[in-house]
C-alpha cells in the first residue's frame, strides 16, 4: 500500500480509526514518534485488510486506547493492560508484537459480549474454556458469529476430534512445566500466538504487525500452530473474520 508518509501521525491514526486515544513515553523523541505513527499505519491498515473489516473493529467500537513507548516491564516487548484496555509497545522492543497484543485486546472485549454471567476482567477464550454459557439472540439461540469464535477457539486448544487437548496445548502445557511458569498454556496466551500464526500466513507487508511464528525458538517448541492443525486454525479464523467484517460493513 503506498501513501506519504509525512501526512502519516497519531493524530491522523487516533481519528481515522477512533482509537480511545494514543500517548507516548516522555522518553520517545519526535523522529521516533514520527517513524512509529508509519510503522502503525501500515500494521494497522495491513491488520485491517487480513481482518476484511472497517476501522471501528480495529479500535474495538473506539474502546481501545494505544501507548508507544510508555508504561513498559522490564524484558517485555509488549503487553495489553485490562484494566484499562490499553495496548503498549515498548519504545526499541515492541515491533512484530501487535498482532498478537491486538487479539488480546480483541479476545477482552468479546468476553462480556459473548458469555453470560462472565467478569469484565474476563477472556472469551477463557471463559470458552470453563464451559461459561454462550449468551443467546432474542429468539434463544447463539448469534451465529459466537459458534464460529467458539469454533475457533475448539480448533486451537482441542484436537480434531474435540476430546483431547491440541497439540498446540500439549506443547505449550510442557513448556510450562519445563520452564516452571504458567503462561504459555494460558488460553488468551495460545489463542493469540494462533492469531499471529493466522495474520502472519496472510502475508503482511508490515514485520511491526507480526513476525516470528514460524521460524522463531517458540516456533521450534510448537508453541505456534503446526500442520493441519495450523490449516484449520486458519480457516476458523478466516470463517470468522470474513462474516465479522461482512457484518459490520453492512452497519
Known amino acids: 500500500m503506498s501513501f506519504n508518509q509525512g501526512l502519516v501521525n497519531f493524530v491522523i491514526i487516533r481519528r481515522q480509526f477512533d482509537f480511545r486515544g494514543i500517548e507516548m513515553g516522555r522518553w520517545v523523541t519526535p523522529e521516533e514518534r514520527d517513524r512509529a505513527a508509519v510503522n502503525f499505519y501500515r500494521a494497522l491498515e495491513d491488520l485491517m485488510s487480513v481482518l476484511q473489516g472497517p476501522e471501528l473493529l480495529i479500535s474495538l467500537r473506539g474502546t481501545l486506547g494505544l501507548q508507544y ?15 484499562t484496555r490499553q495496548l503498549s509497545l515498548a519504545k526499541n522492543a515492541g515491533a512484530g508484537s501487535l498482532a498478537h497484543e491486538w487479539f488480546h485486546a480483541f479476545d477482552h472485549y468479546m468476553g462480556e459480549k459473548m458469555f453470560q454471567h462472565v467478569s469484565p476482567s474476563h477472556f472469551a477464550s477463557t471463559s470458552w474454556l470453563n464451559n461459561s454459557p454462550i449468551q443467546l439472540s432474542r429468539n434463544k439461540e447463539p448469534h451465529p458469529l459466537s459458534l464460529l469464535l467458539a469454533e475457533c477457539f475448539r480448533v486451537i486448544m482441542l484436537n480434531e476430534q474435540g476430546d483431547e487437548p491440541s497439540n498446540m496445548f500439549k506443547a505449550s502445557r510442557l513448556a ?17 500466538r494462533a492469531f499471529e500464526a493466522f495474520v502472519e500466513d496472510t502475508k503482511p507487508t508490515s514485520t511491526f504487525l507480526v513476525k516470528g511464528s ?38
Open 176 to 192: 510450562d512445566q519445563k520452564l516452571k511458569i504458567v503462561y504459555y498454556d494460558k488460553p488468551e496466551e495460545m489463542t493469540a
Open 69 to 83: 513507548g510508555k508504561g513498559g516491564r522490564p524484558g517485555v516487548a509488549a503487553h495489553y493492560v485490562p484494566a
Open 214 to 251: 514460524r521460524h522463531s525458538e517458540e516456533a521450534k517448541m510448537g508453541l505456534y500452530p503446526q500442520g493441519e492443525q495450523r490449516h484449520r486454525i486458519n480457516q476458523a479464523f478466516h470463517n470468522y473474520f470474513g462474516l465479522l467484517g461482512r457484518t459490520l460493513m453492512r452497519a
